[in-house]
């Protein structure tokens, strides 16, 4: 099965069992100036799962598109983009774990068919300080389903990550950890305002035993290691307590919110731990192959780096945001360059939108068909900002060459970005490249500039806090 395949194949399977089908909401949310994007299917939906009634009922399920920025460092792994659909369903109210678990386990090993012996699940272990008890009920009911399929469950405890690296799962399908599998806003039991509702999470994992354990994130792999052997497929949030004065007490309306990537379920349902390789990104990763002539077994990095942001920056600019200095179109501007860069170094001379967006677009017309409605303007939005951004950067470059006697300053480095928007570590980059001196302290010079700059301009306007 393939993403398009299991996309469809989850939104029928919770229409049968009961959910309306919701459409999902733009990247850039409605009615909330604290948040520049739609970075979970939850978010949309906060104000029903505080007690809102939503229009279309209490069983909803969608898929949800989703940008998360704060990942960006992190997209050129197997797993991380900044764009990505979340799949989603949530019970207002109505059903809770006894339905909500097996309900997931029949979608993943017999809807897309992955194999049961590979699915590895984390429950919470339980705050003794705020009175919550360990979540006997979830893992009560995996381990159901792990013996329904003739398998082993096993539990054990892995409070904290030092821990959890130093004893690793043993073999237990399901572990207990602590503040990770714990949900409210804002994160922390600790600090809840009274009256604010929160509760257990558990997670399923996939394990791709082909992926050897890599030792310097822990001794031991465990189902939350970042090693890449196991991948979060997705999770379930019950939310079944209130805060009060003293501690915690039940909940008199339960819900459940479930959010699984599309993504990470497609490729697992290929059996490969890199999403790149599913159908909502290969061809764009064959696109780049062959534009640039260079292979992705060799250019890993900058092809899924190109290949996220360009999908990033279609969405967002079908969504109607448009490159600019602050908030969601510094993010849009931010997107383009990053890809254009990452192209610069694969040998692109010419446009790169242009050539790539029309794939992106193809990939989804049938899902989203907004994206093809827009094709015409998206490109040419997009492709505006590709050109003034490589017009910045040759002016870049022609003011870097005058330093070619002296070599670059940190301070000079920045009055090239001040002035031209040059990024800082290509100006180094490049520089080095020409043979041009850079001085050694230059990241000093340069983040002292930075930072003075920054403090100047939040006193002059709080608009441009994007990062
Ligand atoms: P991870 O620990 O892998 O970064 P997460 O805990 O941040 O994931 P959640 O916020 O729980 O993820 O989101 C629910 C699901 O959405 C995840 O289980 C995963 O399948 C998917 N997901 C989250 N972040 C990304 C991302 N950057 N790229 C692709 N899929 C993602
Ligand atoms: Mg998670």
Not at 67 to 89: A, C, K, P, Y
Not at 255 to 274: E, F, K, M, Q, S
Request: charge should be negative; hydrophobic fraction near 40%.
């Amino acid at each position: 099965m393939d993403a398009d395949e299991i996309r469809s194949a989850f939104l029928t399977y919770m229409r049968e069992q009961g959910h309306v089908v919701i459409p999902r909401a733009p990247l850039v949310p409605r009615d909330d100036p604290t948040t520049l994007f739609t970075g979970s299917g939850m978010q949309p939906l906060l104000p029903y799962l505080l007690g809102a009634e939503h229009p279309a009922g209490a069983r909803l399920a969608d898929s949800q598109t989703c940008l998360r920025v704060q990942d960006i460092e992190e997209v050129g792994d197997n797993r991380h983009t900044t764009f990505f659909e979340m799949l989603g369903s949530w019970s207002l109210g109505h059903y809770f774990k006894e339905q909500q678990i097996p309900q997931l386990w029949t979608f993943l090993t017999e809807r897309v068919g992955l194999d049961p012996a590979r699915l590895y699940v984390s429950c919470f272990i339980g705050d003794a300080a705020n009175g919550i008890p360990r979540d006997e009920e979830s893992a009560a009911i995996w381990a159901g389903l792990f013996t329904s399929a003739g398998l082993t469950a096993g539990q054990v405890e892995l409070d904290t990550e030092e821990h959890a690296a130093t004893v690793g799962t043993g073999g237990a399908r399901i572990a207990f950890y602590g503040k990770k599998n714990w949900w409210c806003r804002g994160g922390s039991a600790d600090d809840m305002p009274v009256g604010e509702p929160g509760g257990p999470d558990t997670e399923v994992f996939y394990l791709f035993p082909h992926v050897e354990h890599d030792p310097s994130y822990g001794e031991h792999c465990h189902q939350n290691c970042d090693c890449g052997r196991f991948i979060e497929l997705g999770n379930s949030v019950f939310m079944e307590y209130r805060r009060t004065v003293t501690g915690f007490e039940p909940l008199p309306r339960r819900n459940v919110d479930y959010g699984g990537g599309l993504a990470r379920i497609a490729a697992a349902a290929l059996d490969t731990p890199d999403v790149f390789r599913i159908g909502l990104l290969w061809p764009i990763i064959e696109k780049l192959e062959e534009l640039s002539g260079r292979s992705y077994d060799d250019e890993t990095v900058a092809m899924r780096v190109i290949a996220d942001h360009l999908k990033g920056a279609t969405f967002l600019a079908v969504d109607g945001v448009r490159p600019g200095n602050k908030a969601q179109g510094y993010v849009l501007r931010r997107l383009i360059r990053r890809a254009v860069r990452f192209a610069l170094g694969l040998g692109f001379e010419e446009s790169l939108l242009p050539q790539v967006i029309p794939t992106v677009v193809g990939i989804y017309d049938v899902h989203y068909p907004e994206v093809k409605e827009h094709v015409d303007f998206v490109v040419a939005v997009l492709s505006k900002g590709e050109r003034a951004f490589r017009r910045t950067l040759s002016k870049g470059l022609r003011q870097l060459e005058t330093y070619r006697d002296t070599g670059v300053t940190g301070a000079e480095l920045f009055i090239l970005y001040d002035t031209y928007g040059f990024p800082v570590e290509l100006a180094t980059e490049e520089a080095l490249a020409q043979g041009i001196a850079v001085s050694g302290t230059w990241r000093e010079e340069f983040d002292k500039r930075m930072a003075a700059q920054r403090a100047r301009s939040q006193l002059a306007s709080r608009e441009n806090q994007v990062e």
